[in-house]
């Protein structure tokens, strides 16, 4: 992937997701060329039980896709990975995407909409321009109604997912972002990862929006090499 060395700094501090924003920084600084970055999470059964106690989890999952296309009620499926990128100042043969802007928030005073509206202006995007947006919506009633104004705001033939591959995890945004890099290596988003469940192509930029709880909130925006 791409990012960008001509980054001020001081932009970088409040808003990028923690495990990409200390490479932005040092590539702000021209102090490295590219950097490995991984996500890990372990489902242990002390873990799995600990958070179940919790309303993390449903009872029973048989099928993790309509789970997430439809779920209802309490709870998601439990996950776990392991997901390496590497990141580079420069477009190469090998790159899958590039990483165009990202923005970190926490309990987001304006409307989500509103907050995304900004950040699409901030990057000089259109809403017109971005051709998919990935949410992560896990089955849980609660947590996926938070998706719910942006993927209204697009339409449900632009929106889509993927923890009905992963299961949930606190480092899923990481399996995310390597999902759709894929995608827009691919220029294509497959029928079983879209709403309406019909492959959506071509695909050039890509939206990927998380939160936690409604509480923490990331946007990263990506677009084809």
Known sequence: ???????????????????VMDVLLLFAKSEIGTAL?????????????????LGYWKDEVSDSLALVKNGCGEGSFAGEGSVSVVLSDKISEHSYARIV????FYRPQDTIVKRLQH??????????EIDWVLTGQNGDSANDAVYQPVIDYFGKEKSGFYKH????????????LMVASVFLKQRSVPAHATLN?????????????????????????LSSC
């Open 165 to 176: 591959i992963c299961g949930e995890f606190f480092t899923a945004s990481a399996f995310g």
């Open 37 to 53: 970055v991984t996500g890990n999470d372990e489902m242990t059964p002390a873990y799995f039980t600990f958070l179940k106690r």
């Open 119 to 128: 950040f699409l202006a901030e990057n000089n995007i259109s809403a017109d």
């Open 101 to 104: 802007g990202s923005d970190l």
């Open 1 to 19: 992937m791409e990012t960008f060395k001509e980054i001020d700094v001081r932009s970088l501090l409040p808003q990028q997701p923690p495990f």
């Open 197 to 221: 469940g019909v492959e959506k192509k071509p695909v050039n930029k890509m939206l990927i929006y998380n939160h936690f709880k409604n509480k923490d909130h990331s946007f990263i925006l």
